[in-house]
């Protein structure tokens, strides 16, 4: 791994919140495309994804997400669903900040898109008993027209539409669908 990038992952530790942060996008700003040091970090990173700090939990599930794309094992497939896990932490910011960024999963290949899809879809049918689920489906129906934006696949479309058109209630089912307009 290059040293400008070990710099970024040992900052993070920083007790400085503004190199942390500097750090934190540096390494997602690197991993939109592939790169050739997702293994060197792949194993803590998994480790981090149940640590005591929910900055590092949220960090952990991100950093995979972005990191899905540069996994030509396809680790991500087994390590899917404690990653997923992440997205109902008890600490709501680590949850959604999870959701948030989940759906570039999807973005490394067919199998990782159905895995995004099926969670997304029953995530979506079961989640009405949830604290804030009206916040949970909206990331989902966002998550769903950033996939569609980057693969341009219509079942994508198709099945986020089918999610709105499940919600009850006319006001969230606006929201919903403003996510969807001009697609």
């Given at each position: 791994m290059e040293e400008q990038v070990q710099r970024y992952f040992a900052?993070?530790?920083?007790?400085?919140?503004?190199?942390?942060?500097?750090?934190?996008?540096n390494i997602l700003t690197l991993a939109e495309k592939e790169v050739d040091w997702?293994?060197?970090?792949?194993?803590?990173l998994v480790q981090d994804l149940t640590d005591r700090?929910?900055?590092?939990r949220s960090r952990a599930v991100q950093f995979l997400s972005y990191l899905a794309i540069s996994d030509p094992e396809k680790r991500m497939l087994t390590d899917f669903?404690?990653?997923?896990?992440v997205t109902r932490d008890p600490k709501f910011v680590t949850a959604r900040h999870s959701l948030q960024s989940i759906w570039r999963v999807g973005l490394a290949g067919d199998e990782q898109l159905g895995?995004?899809?099926s969670h997304f879809a029953t995530r979506f049918n079961d989640c009405v008993?949830?604290?804030?689920y009206t916040l949970i489906r909206y990331d989902?129906?966002?998550?769903?027209?950033?996939?569609?934006d980057e693969v341009k696949k219509e079942d994508i479309k198709q099945k986020a539409l089918d999610l709105i058109t499940k919600e009850e209630d006319s006001k969230y089912q606006k929201k919903y669908a403003s996510v969807w307009k001009n697609a």
């Open positions: 900052d993070l530790e920083s007790t400085d919140k503004e190199t942390q942060y500097q750090a934190y996008k997702a293994y060197e970090v792949w194993d803590q700090d929910h900055h590092k669903p404690a990653i997923w896990g895995l995004v899809m008993e949830e604290k804030n989902m129906i966002q998550g769903l027209r950033n996939l569609y």
